[in-house]
């Protein structure tokens, strides 16, 4: 059995930078601050977000620690409120839908998810966009961790709790749009498949040797040769 893990921001869908203006008000909620407005949120989870953006902007370690809940469950509010206010801002990325298709229908294959967002979040940006979060069976989320390297051992022991089987680190595969989902589980033997529909150009991900890396999932069947390659 393969564990197909999928990035959510820039790999399944956009949302037009409703995270980030999230992001932004819970901070300033929450702290007085919105952090550096020109940091870049891609390849990182949403506590690690919260914490680099206020400590660069002078906050103390223990009071971010102290404050973190408050933040994220004030950031999941404003999502919401974000996602409801337009909904057409909202889109999935070419290709997704067949892919996910094609993954599910696969006798050796499961659907996950490995994503910086909190679960919240990630179930709520779904929605927007029309894909049911049960179909992922597997999930490992910001939520879990505050790093996004130990996702992937998070997701691996979800795996073999739902099978009842160990599920070695070479039978799972992640798919992401940043040079961060590449690495990320590179200490299980994890492989990685890359995708340009972030901010990342082919040749951007190419440089970090993922097992193949496309410019779109329109490919289903490109896509799905590498995931069971």
Same mark, same amino acid.
């Given at each position: 059995?393969? =564990? ?17 203006? *999230? ?12 952090? #550096? ?22 906050? %103390?370690?223990?009071?971010? *620690? !102290?404050?973190? @809940?408050?933040? =994220?469950? !004030?950031?999941?509010?404003?999502? %919401? ?17 067949? =892919? =996910? ?20 979040? !990630? ?19 910001? *939520? #879990? ?55 990342? *150009? ?16 329109? @490919?289903?069947? !490109? ?7």
């Amino acid at each position: 059995m393969k =564990l197909v893990l999928f990035d959510i921001d820039g790999t399944l869908l956009w949302t037009d930078g409703a995270g980030r203006r *999230s992001m932004e008000g819970a901070l300033t909620e929450i702290f007085g601050h919105a952090g #550096d407005t020109t940091y870049r949120y891609d390849g990182k989870t949403d506590r690690q977000i919260a914490r680099e953006q206020m400590r660069a902007a002078g906050v %103390e370690d223990a009071l971010i *620690s !102290a404050r973190m @809940d408050e933040v =994220l469950h !004030a950031y999941v509010q404003r999502l %919401e409120q974000e996602l409801d206010r337009d909904a057409s801002t909202s889109r999935l990325c070419g290709g997704v839908l067949p =892919l =996910l298709d094609a993954v599910d229908a696969h006798a050796q294959a499961t659907l996950g998810l490995l994503t910086g967002n909190v679960e919240s979040g !990630a179930r709520r940006k779904l929605r927007a966009v029309g894909v049911d979060f049960e179909r992922f069976r597997i999930g490992a989320f910001g *939520s #879990d961790h505050e790093e996004r390297p130990q996702l992937p051992a998070v997701a691996q022991r979800r795996a073999e709790a739902f099978f009842g089987a160990p599920m070695p680190g070479d039978r799972m595969v992640i798919i992401g749009d940043t040079p961060a989902d590449i690495h990320c589980g590179r200490a299980l033997g994890v492989r990685a498949i890359g995708v340009a529909t972030g901010r990342y *150009s082919v040749d951007d991900l190419a440089a970090h040797h993922p097992a193949a890396v496309f410019e779109t999932l329109h @490919d289903t069947d !490109a896509v799905l040769a590498a995931i069971l390659g």
